[in-house]
Structures are given as structure tokens and as C-alpha cells.
């Protein structure tokens, strides 16, 4: 499943990061500067490229100390309470997701299996705990995993 930027959709992800979109030829770019100069970034949203030999989403992320991407991205689900924008690419039974922070941060969970989404948090190592508990909130737009292959 592909996922295509909409107007709509650049008014959801700049109300939750307070900044407003630049639009800059085939990418939107979101620069989300903090008062405190370590915890800045640029988030950047191609819509519709080619990647590879088919066209897909992606998103990219740089900081002072990294260059992060997402690719296929398949949604996204904003939370205003949180601050935070969680861009999702899945792959049959594995999530991977990009989070963007208001004030700077940004966290990558890459390959993280679904059924840890709704398992029992208390049950689980606190370093798989931390992802899922991320992702969780992006269950709801996730695919039935019976309508897509696992790779």
C-alpha cells in the first residue's frame, strides 16, 4: 500500500510541530529548531518517487549527528498530546517507524513485529517494551497482514 502527502495531511503534521511546511520542489520540508540548539532537525517528505523500480513514500531526517530514513512509508498518525508525528512503513509482519518530535527528537524502530503492539507491555524486556509501546499508537492504520505477503 502506497501513502500519497495531501494538503490535509501537511496541516495535521505542522499543527503538532508548530512549524510550517516549505514546499521545495518534489519534497516538503518541515525545519523544527527548538530553543536549545542541540535538539534541532529537518524533516523532509517525498511523496510518489521512484524508489528503486517502483514509486513509494519517503521520509528523511537530519540532525547534527544523523541522516535517518523511512522507506514505502505507508501513513502516519499525529498526537497532539505526545508532540509527535509517527511516520509507519510495514512489510508483511514487521513495523518500522520514524518519530518526529516538537521539541527536536526523533527516535527509529525498524522491523519490530506487530503482534508486539498489542501484546502485554508488563510482559515484555524493557528494550522491546520502549518500541512497542512507540508503534502502538499506530496500529489502527496498519493493513491486515493477511492482505500482504510476508518477506
Do not use: W
Not at 14 to 29: A, H, Q
Not at 32 to 59: A, M, Q
Not at 84 to 113: M, P, R, W, Y
Amino acid at each position: 500500500m502506497s501513502f500519497k502527502l495531501i494538503k490535509e495531511n501537511l496541516a495535521e503534521i505542522s499543527g503538532v510541530l508548530g512549524v510550517e511546511p516549505k514546499i521545495l520542489g518534489n519534497n516538503i520540508r518541515f525545519e523544527v529548531n527548538h530553543h536549545d540548539e542541540t535538539r534541532k532537525l529537518t524533516l523532509e517528505i517525498y511523496s510518489d518517487i521512484p524508489i528503486g523500480d517502483v514509486n513509494g513514500t519517503l521520509v528523511s531526517v537530519y540532525t547534527a549527528n544523523s541522516h535517518l530514513q523511512l522507506h514505502f512509508v505507508t501513513g502516519f498518525v499525529v498526537s497532539e498530546m505526545c508532540e509527535e508525528v509517527t511516520f509507519v512503513a510495514e512489510s508483511g509482519k514487521k513495523v518500522s517507524g520514524l518519530i518526529i518530535e516538537k521539541l527536536g527528537g526523533c527516535s527509529l524502530f525498524c522491523n519490530v513485529d506487530r503482534a508486539v503492539l498489542s501484546g502485554d507491555f508488563t510482559q515484555m524486556a524493557p528494550e522491546v517494551m520502549m518500541s512497542s509501546i512507540a508503534l502502538s499508537l499506530t496500529e489502527h492504520i496498519l493493513q491486515n497482514p493477511s492482505e500482504e505477503k510476508e518477506d
